[in-house]
């Protein structure tokens, strides 16, 4: 009987079959381990990729929101030089024309509107015409285009007088773009609401739009008092940056 109950008992627990099996079962589970240890790092490799390019990609986008504030602002920035050098050699801002190259009489130098007067010709003020960097251009198709507008057309409350100034508008651009000039120019990126009528009214010259000009004043815009530039927006959340760049 022990011997039976011994060869039983080895029958059970050490058969060749029983031990090839509990050692392939072995394996078995240990490949299975590793690849579920590798495809778990594959995972953890794919979302932290993914959270990098999601990440430089808001990075590229502020950087192209950063170069676009600056441009508008050396765009700014250059008109006015151009037109403080027309002022030293003697043509007052009332002489000043705003004409463009597209003009079919921007070549024509006549008594009533003589070349040395125009801000974009090579004979007066020498500005380069500019279109708006493409990552800050946000035209909706309806009305008037977005891009740069200068002219002088309408007073603001707190120049000097109440005579016209002269004014830079970079029309239509995206609310980032928007938000960095003001970051520029006072340190926060909050970005007023003008009310009271439109943008095109307040800073862009009427013939240019069906509307009427309207003086600009601290009860349009409370934030923009005594701000010689600043970037705003309409109560649709048009966005336009404006430049004093000759206060009558």
Same mark, same amino acid.
């Given at each position: 009987?022990?011997?039976? %109950? ?45 959270? &990098? ?8 986008? *502020? ?5 676009? @504030?600056?441009?508008?602002? *050396? ?5 006015? $030089?151009?037109?403080? &050098? ?6 007052? @801002?009332?002489?000043?024309? %705003?004409? #463009? ?11 009533? $509107? ?19 960097? &493409? ?28 005579? /016209?100034?002269?004014?830079? @508008? ?11 000039? $003001? ?8 970005? /007023?609401?003008? *009310? ?15 509307? @009427?000009?309207? /003086? %600009?004043?601290? =009860? ?9 530039? #600043?970037?705003? =927006? ?15």
């Amino acid at each position: 009987m022990r011997k039976a %109950f011994k060869k039983n008992y080895f029958s059970i627990f050490a058969y060749p079959v029983n031990v090839n099996r509990s050692k392939s079962n072995r394996g078995n589970a240990f490949l299975y381990i590793l690849v579920a240890v590798v495809l778990f790092g594959a995972l953890i490799f794919a979302l932290s990729r993914g959270g &990098q390019q999601n990440s430089g990609v808001a990075e590229l986008d *502020s950087g192209r929101a950063k170069v676009a @504030a600056n441009e508008i602002l *050396s765009y700014a920035a250059t008109a006015a $030089n151009n037109l403080t &050098q027309m002022d030293a050699g003697g043509i007052t @801002a009332d002489q000043i024309d %705003f004409m #463009l190259p597209n003009d079919s009489d921007f070549n024509t130098d006549a008594p009533a $509107n003589p070349n040395i007067h125009k801000l974009f010709h090579p004979s007066g003020g020498g500005l380069g015409y500019k279109s708006l960097p &493409q990552d800050a251009n946000d035209d909706d198709g309806v009305g008037l285009a977005a891009g740069y507008y200068i002219g002088r057309f309408n007073n603001i409350e707190w120049t000097p007088t109440t005579a /016209p100034d002269i004014i830079f @508008a970079a029309y239509e651009i995206k609310t980032p773009v928007c938000a960095e000039i $003001n970051r520029k120019l006072t340190g926060s990126t909050v970005i /007023p609401t003008v *009310s009271g009528d439109s943008l095109e009214n307040f800073f862009i010259e009427a013939s240019l739009h069906s509307g @009427a000009n309207a /003086p %600009f004043e601290v =009860a349009n815009c409370a934030a923009c008092e005594e701000k010689p530039a #600043l970037c705003v =927006a309409n109560a649709a959340g048009k966005n336009l940056f404006y430049s004093i760049l000759a206060a009558e």
